[in-house]
């Protein structure tokens, strides 16, 4: 199993930035990817961005351009830079891992237990 702690949530105004942070507990090397995921209240949990363990990135349409996705495989941490916080990047975000597995070829997902990111006007 993977355990992931996230971190760096907090209160922006819009315009502003924030970090956060996702600390798994084995080498992420090893892990096929990581992702970030977020969920307003009232709606579904979407993905944000993904880091494959290739380097691959994908983002949400409507962050590109303002979050960055990226990874320190030393530390075992993947990071979401974001900036130009807008009031509907209100949600709380996650981070997921998906694990290659011998009895899945979808692998399996490890969450974590969310951050919360409150962006106000």
């Known amino acids: 199993q993977v355990q992931l702690v996230e971190s760096g949530g907090g209160l922006v105004q819009a315009g502003g930035s924030l970090r956060l942070s996702c600390a798994a507990s084995?080498?992420?090397?090893?892990?096929?990817?990581m992702g970030w995921y977020r969920q307003a209240p009232g709606k579904g949990r979407d993905m944000v961005a993904i880091i494959t363990t290739d380097g691959s990135i994908k983002y949400r349409e409507s962050v590109k351009g303002r979050f960055t996705i990226s990874r320190d495989v030393a530390k075992n941490t993947v990071y979401l830079q974001m900036n130009s916080l807008k009031r509907e990047d209100t949600a709380v975000y996650y981070c997921?891992?998906?694990?290659?597995?011998?009895?899945?070829?979808?692998?399996?997902?490890?969450w974590g237990q969310g951050t919360q990111v409150t962006v106000s006007s």
């Open positions: 084995q080498s992420i090397s090893s892990i096929e990817s």
């Open positions: 997921k891992a998906n694990v290659a597995i011998e009895t899945d070829p979808h692998g399996a997902d490890y």
